[in-house]
T-cell receptor, first 118, second 107 residues
Framework: NAGVMQNPRHLVRRRGQEARLRCSPM?????VYWYRQLPEEGLKFMVY????????ESGMPKERFSAEFPKEGPSILRIQQVVRGDSAAYFC????????????????FGQGTRLTVV | AQRVTQPEKLLSVFKGAPVELKCNYS??????LFWYVQYSRQRLQLLLR??SRESIKGFTADLNKGETSFHLKKPFAQEEDSAMYYC?????????FGQGTRLTINP
């Protein structure tokens, strides 16, 4: 099992372009979480998805950001018309089921995509 | 609201000294708390969870509901403990992280 794979590792976009960040969860995992890490800040929750469903998107900016986790293929975090303030590291995590304390479920993280908007 | 606070962004101690990384939380329900660690050039990984009451790499963390805290402790720090540490709270729907504490162990 290769672990959670995120690509690209580094992405440079000009202001106004679109950024598409991909996350392939671990095999057998149907739950995906996206986080944003701004410079000098911690991990900010963005969205929680199960296959084909958005469960919690309370951390997503209302405009320009969207996320999906289709039945087949990776989860995609899409940022339209990027601005300089979108520059950050974006982390994806997956779990086989909802994270609970009673079992062995935990979130496994990818290495992140570092987005730079110039 | 679901919130995790780590008051120290940076913490530096000498090898062999005790370590305590502070974490406070705010949550109306029954908290499910975790510590995650990120070593240099590695991905974030689970260190321990409060329900298991285990000691991992010499670290322990006790949930104090009265003080709404989940501080991470180790009696004798080692150089390989240098890393970024995140406290996290699992709520009804999402896993929320604190800002992280960068721990540096000096030789």
């Amino acid at each position: 099992n290769a672990g959670v794979m995120q690509n690209p590792r580094h992405l440079v976009r000009r202001r106004g372009q679109e950024a598409r960040l991909r996350c392939s969860p671990m095999k057998g995992h149907s739950h995906v979480y996206w986080y944003r890490q701004l410079p000098e800040e911690g991990l900010k929750f963005m969205v929680y998805l199960q296959k084909e469903n958005i469960i919690d998107e309370s951390g997503m900016p209302k405009e320009r950001f969207s996320a999906e986790f289709p039945k087949e293929g990776p989860s995609i975090l899409r940022i339209q018309q990027v601005v300089r303030g979108d520059s950050a590291a974006y982390f994806c995590a997956s779990s086989p089921q909802r994270i609970t304390p009673t079992g062995t479920t935990e979130a496994f993280f990818g290495q992140g995509t570092r987005l730079t908007v110039v | 609201a679901q919130r995790v606070t780590q008051p120290e962004k940076l913490l530096s101690v000498f090898k062999g000294a005790p370590v305590e990384l502070k974490c406070n939380y705010s949550y109306s329900g029954s908290p499910e708390l975790f510590w995650y660690v990120q070593y240099s050039r590695q991905r974030l990984q689970l260190l321990l969870r409060h329900i298991s009451r285990e000691s991992i790499k010499g670290f322990t963390a006790d949930l104090n509901k009265g003080e709404t805290s989940f501080h991470l402790k180790k009696p004798f720090a080692q150089e390989e403990d240098s890393a970024m540490y995140y406290c996290a709270l699992q709520g009804a729907q999402k896993l929320v992280f604190g800002q992280g504490t960068r721990l540096t162990i000096n030789p």
